[in-house]
């Protein structure tokens, strides 16, 4: 039997974990991240057999790879602990890669619900996504070294689109929904500010522009009725609010930068992923 590794990073999840990892068995093994977890969030991974890295990973990129770096298996099923799987995708995805011609890697569908309510369309623009390649083979995967939502390579050849979902429990509620825009953008801010590639204001409202027309027309946003024109609205948003949040960073620092001594004026350095 091919052997199959499902990775998951996470920070402080304990109250979502065990729904989570409680329907992984289907998988051969599962390796938890754990991200300056502070809650019970180990001790509940541990409970259920994963192996645990723990440490200290600002990058999402870097974390990742710590993960993938201990997983056995030759097959990886990437997933968040807010995620849940049926045992018709369990049937799915073991099926899939026990296929003689199985590819290399293969999308997978999402099914995203904010409260209650099942949202399928609209997504997109850094704000969410309705497909993502999450099943793979090991080393087929790669990803950049950003904050949120890292850059990924794919090698080998795509075997298409599986036809069970992940459950995603994006968000509870509309408050939920502008504290994670909050949360990305401060983090994509981060990301700009660090490598100077600031576009100007008038490019990134443009972006934005296209976004909110691309999720709430192309992608239908508008069948999911006020929370469609919402997600929609924080995906045109993202690119601008980063934008403006990435200039007010470079601003303190410069400012920081102006009244310290000469002698504190010390390279800074991006600090380094510590696993355990």
Known sequence: MTKLSALLCVHNEEQRLHACLAALSFCDEIVVVADRCSDGTEAIARQYGARVVSGIFPIEGPRKHAGLARCTGEWILELDADEGVSPAFAREVRETIERADAADWYQVPIDNYIGDQLVRHGWGGSFGTSSAARLFRRGVKSWKSERVHPGAKLDGVQGGRLKQPLRHMVDEDIGDMFARLSRYTALRAQDLADSGKIKS????????????????????????????????LMAGLYPILSNLRAREILRTRARDTATMPPSTLLPLRRPEAVSQ
């Open 201 to 232: 204001i008038p490019d990134d409202a443009f972006r934005g522009v296209r976004r909110f027309f691309k999720c709430y027309v192309s992608r239908k946003g508008y069948r999911e009725g006020d929370l469609g024109f919402l997600i929609s």
